[in-house]
Nanobody
């Protein structure tokens, strides 16, 4: 349902863009989001975007990360700039379907490693 890609190893201060492709129409999702899980920590919300384009960010990534959606390509992206070592983790895309209500799907995760 959701296919995440774009992770890799980057130096602190550099940029990286993650993509999440939806096999169904992106318009069938009420909301899309990126979560991340750092080693030894719980999964946390990074950014989310609603079907209407409203966005929300974790305080730790505000002004550095930008979430967007390209409906024509059924793709959601996360542009990350000024990366920090604490941004390291496995990034997962998540989508909540319009129908059936409450149905969620997760992508397989993509690893981002930021070296100091």
């Amino acid at each position: 349902q959701l296919q995440a890609s774009g992770g890799g190893l980057v130096q602190a201060g550099r940029s990286l863009t993650l993509s999440c492709f939806t096999t169904e129409s992106i318009g069938s999702y009420k909301g899309l989001a990126w979560y991340r899980q750092a080693p030894g920590k719980q999964r946390e919300l990074v950014a989310q975007i609603s079907i209407g384009g409203r966005t929300n960010y974790a305080d730790s990534v505000k002004d550095r990360f930008t979430i967007s959606r390209e409906d024509a390509r059924n793709t959601m992206t996360l542009q990350m700039v000024s990366l920090k070592p604490e941004d390291t983790g496995v990034y997962y895309c998540n989508g909540e379907k319009v129908f059936p209500p409450g149905r969620e799907y997760w992508g397989q995760g993509t690893l981002v490693t930021v070296s100091s």
